[in-house]
């Protein structure tokens, strides 16, 4: 298991309820190809914006009623109408997808977080629309649970996105810890770097006090899918551990979960 943007997805997941694993395999499939669209490939920018512009031509025909010729649109239109999903989700996610293919820096945490709540919460948010559970405040917990494994995404991916010119870390944390994106770019000795250790401690425990701020919405969350939000949220906050059990040296060693942490989610998930 990896925290990813849309690797929590419970695509196949035994404790999701058997009538909406289709809808949710759907939902998973729109975000999963949209955001390959952004990164995966040799597409030019060009090439690539146009392609998430399609994506965005089909959810406004969604939107207005009309019918699509596009498998996987006419499959998320029945989805989005069936379960009255907020469209406007969807195309927050595009927004996101497009600003990833523009953007390479961050000048500072406000301005990722804006990135976050279009590129993770959206997620959360069609989600507990999907399970009726939409409410102002769990949509408050959501949206801390899918802005904290975002940034765990991006805490745990360093060496993955410098590969694509891209730095999360904010710019002016890099400044505060005595740190330049030069040297994330060249990065062969960073990581016995006291500043980089520093750093990435303080984004570790930014991204874990965001994570136990939301918590409260495993317990608020009903049945079988309360505990797989149990497991989720236990997953990103045992990569932010690994980050912290490898000093940081994520450009060597990237933290993810084996088999061997399983049985540490789960009873701490059973007891929360």
Not at 89 to 101: C, E, H, P, Y
Not at 205 to 222: F, K, N, T
Request: aromatic share 10%.
């Amino acid at each position: 298991m990896t925290i990813n943007h849309y690797e929590n997805f419970p695509v196949a997941s035994w404790l999701i309820p058997a009538h909406l694993r289709p809808a949710i395999r759907t939902i998973y499939a729109f975000a999963r190809s949209a955001d390959d669209i952004a990164d995966e490939g040799d597409a030019n920018e060009e090439q690539r914006l146009s392609a998430l512009q399609n994506y965005e031509y089909q959810l406004q025909l969604i939107a207005q009623g009309k019918p699509t010729q596009q498998a996987l649109f006419q499959d998320l239109a029945e989805v989005i109408h069936r379960h009255q999903l907020p469209i406007h989700a969807f195309s927050d996610l595009l927004s996101a997808f497009k600003q990833d293919v523009n953007t390479k820096r961050y000048a500072d945490f406000s301005s990722l977080l804006n990135y976050c709540q279009r590129s993770a919460n959206p997620v959360g948010r069609i989600m507990l629309a999907l399970f009726d559970a939409d409410s102002a405040e769990n949509i408050h917990y959501s949206d801390q649970i899918c802005s904290a494994l975002q940034l765990i995404n991006f805490w745990q991916d360093v060496a993955i996105d410098i590969q694509k010119q891209r730095i999360y870390l904010p710019q002016e944390d890099l400044f505060r810890f005595g740190l330049s994106s030069d040297d994330i770019t060249n990065n062969d000795q960073l990581h016995n770097s006291l500043a980089w250790r520093n750093l990435m401690q303080f984004q570790v425990e930014r991204a874990r006090q965001m994570m136990v701020d939301g918590s409260p919405l495993c317990r608020r969350i009903p049945g079988r899918f309360g505990y797989e939000l149990r497991m989720v949220v236990q997953g990103g906050l045992r990569i932010l551990e690994k980050i912290e059990q490898v000093n940081a040296n994520v450009f060597y060693q990237r933290p993810k979960i084996s088999k061997w942490d399983a049985p540490i989610m789960i009873w701490r998930a059973l007891k929360m």
